[in-house]
């Protein structure tokens, strides 16, 4: 069965710096990987996927996630953050079953002070 | 865009109530899952249906049931709630194909249960 880490718990960055959010997975076959976000009172959205091909994947709101299968890791990135990004940022990787579920990580709260 | 929605976003209910939480999508999607989160925690899957009236259990289904008579909508139901289930619940749906990139979980706005 596949699980996910995600070491961090918070992560606290000033507005504007950058922010990499780490992501291991544990998985027998190729992976297939998300980044959520959950902002304050919401459910979750996709900020970007990998199932195949180029490495580096390009999501939405600025955001960036890499792929290194040496690693077991897709950690997600951002240039400059802003305050409106602070949320809970959720990695999984799937699957099982024909409809491929995936696992969650237990989710990184990301805090911007300004 | 796809549209999951979950009729009751707060609730209190008392210990040994029938609790309902239902869960609608308006996109014709196949699969449909209900999450419960909790701090610390993450995500874990309850229940999830892959057609309509099939059922599977996920990792916690203890003390939870379902249903899904139509297509579009699926049902969380908590026989006789306690405590310990006070949470956040998130529906969610995805569609059957991978190769459309069906992985793709698009999720409600999550109904917040409290079981006094």
Redesign the interface.
Not at chain 1, 97 to 102: A, F, K, L, N, V
Not at chain 2, 40 to 43: H, M, N, R, T
Not at chain 2, 102 to 110: H, I, K, Q, R
């Given at each position: 069965a596949q699980s996910v880490t995600q070491p961090d718990?918070h992560i606290t960055v000033s507005e504007g710096a950058s922010l990499e959010l780490r992501c291991n997975y544990s998985y027998g076959a190729t992976p297939?990987l998300?980044w959520?976000v959950q902002s304050p009172?919401?459910?979750?959205?996709?900020l970007l996927?990998y199932?195949s091909g180029d490495t580096l994947v390009q999501g939405i709101k600025g955001f960036e996630a890499e792929f290194k299968r040496s690693q077991s890791s897709f950690n997600l990135r951002k240039p400059s953050v802003h305050w409106s990004d602070a949320a809970e940022y959720?990695c999984a990787v799937?699957?099982r079953?024909?409809?491929?579920?995936?696992t969650?990580?237990?989710?990184t709260s990301l805090i911007v002070h300004p | 865009d796809v549209k999951?929605t979950q009729s009751s976003r707060y609730l209190v209910k008392r210990t040994g109530e029938k609790v309902f939480l239902e869960c609608v999508q308006d996109m014709d999607h196949?699969?449909m899952?209900w999450?419960r989160q909790d701090p610390?925690?993450?995500?874990r899957?309850i229940y999830?249906s892959?057609d309509v009236k099939m059922k599977?259990k996920g990792d916690i289904p203890e003390g939870y049931s379902v249903s899904r008579e139509k297509k579009e909508r699926f049902s969380l139901i908590l026989e006789s709630a306690s405590t310990n289930q006070t949470s956040m619940y998130?529906c969610?749906s995805?569609t059957?194909t991978?190769s459309s990139?069906?992985?793709?979980?698009?999720?409600?706005?999550?109904s917040r249960l409290t079981v006094l």
């Open positions: 718990i297939y998300f959520y009172g919401q459910g979750l959205q996709l996927k199932f959720f799937g699957a079953g024909g409809s491929y579920i995936p969650f990580g237990r989710g | 999951v196949e699969n899952f999450y610390g925690l993450g995500l899957l999830f892959y599977e998130l969610a995805s059957g991978f990139g069906a992985n793709v979980l698009t999720f409600g706005a999550g």
